[in-house]
């Protein structure tokens, strides 16, 4: 029995080693759009893809950040402005695509990269404006982007890869950008499954720490003491302003120091989603997801509770 079932398992991950090995032809007649292309993954991705030949659609927040990557890159490389959270710029992006695009031609894949790190710290201390700002961007962004070109993927039967977050499966305190990460996932899934009969794929990243500007130690410290000093006078005393820098140099300092700078790994696994014959559903990037992330989201929430709260400070109130 149990040669048998070695056996069915070898195969099993034999198939699946050759299957994701398989690419799709003709990177030369493929476009792809990408947004959020003004730094980090979003850029590395466009040159990647550039490189490779594509034909890509690099969209950039700033100007001067599109003309900036068009500069670098080949005469295939194409860009264009676009807030995600505004409608009208998700129209105007649209009607330029298919400028873009020859007839008849629709998007290989739609990469919605474009994220930020949102509003920072306590529940008491965070207003709804802090929860919308942050969901506009990296949830409603992902969603209304996805649905205007939509249409033009399911010409080509191409896909639709999304990013996510190791903290799209484990919520870290004092970070909203988890919930939208979360809501990254479930959109996702549900988009799969809407589309599973219609020749487009659905895949999901979700890297681990890495040291772009999600991390940035400054950014988050600006944004913490701006939420710390909205909240009312009897939080900011329960709380304590040696609480912020306990949390700012300790949580995220540490957060920081063990971040991965091996951006590579993520730009690997967005070319694989999208040249893949078979992409994967879930990309899980980094040794913090795929070993930490993945036995704290695994086990009963009773321990990953503990693990995560173990060693986090207290605020003044509870000393």
């Known amino acids: 029995m149990w040669l048998c079932i070695m056996t069915i398992l070898i195969g099993y991950w034999t198939l699946k080693w050759f299957l994701e090995r398989l690419k799709v032809e003709n990177y030369s007649e493929k476009y792809v759009l990408v947004t959020g292309c003004d730094t980090g993954f979003g850029k590395l991705l466009a040159k990647r893809l550039d490189g490779l030949g594509f034909h890509v659609i690099a969209a950039c927040l700033k100007q001067d950040a599109a003309a900036e990557l068009k500069k670098t890159s080949s005469e295939l490389l194409q860009t264009l402005q676009l807030d995600v959270t505004s409608e009208d710029d998700i129209k105007s992006a649209l009607t330029k695509?298919?400028?873009?695009?020859?007839?008849?031609?629709?998007?290989?894949?739609?990469?919605?990269?474009?994220?930020?790190?949102?509003?920072?710290?306590?529940?008491?201390?965070?207003?709804?404006?802090?929860?919308?700002?942050?969901?506009?961007?990296?949830?409603?962004?992902?969603?209304?982007?996805?649905?205007?070109?939509?249409?033009?993927?399911?010409?080509?039967?191409?896909?639709?890869?999304?990013?996510?977050?190791?903290?799209?499966?484990?919520?870290?305190?004092?970070?909203?950008?988890?919930?939208?990460?979360?809501?990254?996932?479930?959109?996702?899934?549900?988009?799969?499954?809407?589309?599973?009969?219609?020749?487009?794929?659905?895949?999901?990243?979700?890297?681990?720490?890495?040291?772009?500007?999600?991390?940035?130690?400054?950014?988050?410290?600006?944004?913490?003491?701006?939420?710390?000093?909205?909240?009312?006078?009897?939080?900011?005393?329960?709380?304590?302003?040696?609480?912020?820098?306990?949390?700012?140099?300790?949580?995220?300092?540490?957060?920081?120091?063990?971040?991965?700078?091996?951006?590579?790994?993520?730009?690997?696994?967005?070319?694989?989603?999208i040249t893949a014959r078979y992409p994967k559903f879930r990309y899980i990037i980094g040794n913090d997801a795929n070993y930490l992330a993945r036995f704290l989201w695994t086990v009963p929430e009773w321990i990953s509770d503990f693990i995560i709260c173990y060693n986090f400070p207290q605020p003044a109130g509870m000393k």
């Not at 919308?132 to 996805?146: C, H, P, Q, R, S």
């Not at 903290?167 to 599973?196: H, M, N, Q, W």
Request: glycine share 6%; with cysteine; proline share 3%.
């Open 97 to 273: 695509v298919k400028s873009i695009l020859p007839p008849n031609k629709g998007l290989w894949a739609v990469v919605n990269n474009a994220g930020i790190v949102g509003a920072v710290g306590p529940v008491e201390c965070l207003n709804r404006k802090d929860y919308l700002d942050t969901l506009a961007v990296n949830l409603l962004g992902v969603i209304d982007v996805t649905k205007t070109f939509l249409p033009l993927v399911r010409k080509e039967r191409g896909r639709v890869v999304n990013t996510a977050s190791m903290g799209g499966r484990l919520s870290i305190k004092f970070l909203p950008y988890c919930i939208t990460k979360y809501g990254v996932e479930a959109f996702s899934d549900f988009l799969r499954r809407e589309v599973y009969h219609q020749g487009v794929k659905v895949s999901i990243l979700e890297p681990g720490c890495f040291k772009t500007n999600i991390l940035n130690l400054t950014i988050i410290e600006d944004v913490y003491h701006r939420t710390f000093q909205q909240a009312d006078a009897d939080c900011q005393q329960y709380y304590g302003e040696e609480f912020i820098k306990e949390y700012t140099n300790k949580v995220i300092r540490d957060l920081q120091n063990q971040a991965s700078d091996k951006f590579y790994k993520v730009i690997d696994a967005y070319v694989h989603a």
